[in-house]
């Protein structure tokens, strides 16, 4: 039986894929590290200092710790002042009828995003008040492919993974809600969330009845 849902943040609430996107691409362009789309495609649900060794990689250079942490910070400052120009008017279409209808109909929801400005991005977007619970980057050790954030997310809903259905857009987001034991629904092409439970191109079209007929004997 479900009683709640757990949602990633970014690429399923909102598209802050493309600030995230922006100030990489502008931490690499001083670097004069190669860092493009494909690249970026990669870190899409990955924590922040595991997307910086994947771009180091990827250009095969030689950083030490300490300035890795450093220059993750900065991309974050990028990606703070960013952030200042998202409003409410930058849900993902269908996102914030989703939470809405969810609030209306009595289920619990939890965020389950490995973002550590999880937070900020809520309340630039007035989405706060949708939410019962937030698990983010802050809450745990390890992160997606890992479950720890969606566990925590239902542990905080008092409701069991099998309990919940986890909403993601990331490949290793998927990985994760299925190592946890939650039912999934990936958003975006085959390729990258084929392996969720049920798929959606976009929010849009993920509705709670498009869900429920989805999942027709687990409500
Ligand atoms: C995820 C994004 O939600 O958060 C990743 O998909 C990002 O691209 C990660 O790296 C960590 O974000 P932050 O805000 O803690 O740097
Ligand atoms: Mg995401």
Redesign the pocket.
Known sequence: MIKGFIF????VITDT?EQ?FEAWKKLADELGWIFDRKVNEK??????MA?INIIKDHNKANVDEDTLFHLAEKK?NY?KEALKELSQDDFLPGAKELLIHLKREGFKVALG?????AKTVLSQLQATPYFDAVAD?NSTKRSKPEPDIFLFGAKALKLKPEECIVFED?ESGVDAAKKGGFHSVGIGPKGRVGHADVRFETMKEATLFAVKSSFKNLF
């Open positions: 990633d943040l970014d690429g894929a995230h870190l899409r649900g990955v924590s922040r997307s974050n990606y995003s490995s973002s550590k400005n980057g990331a």
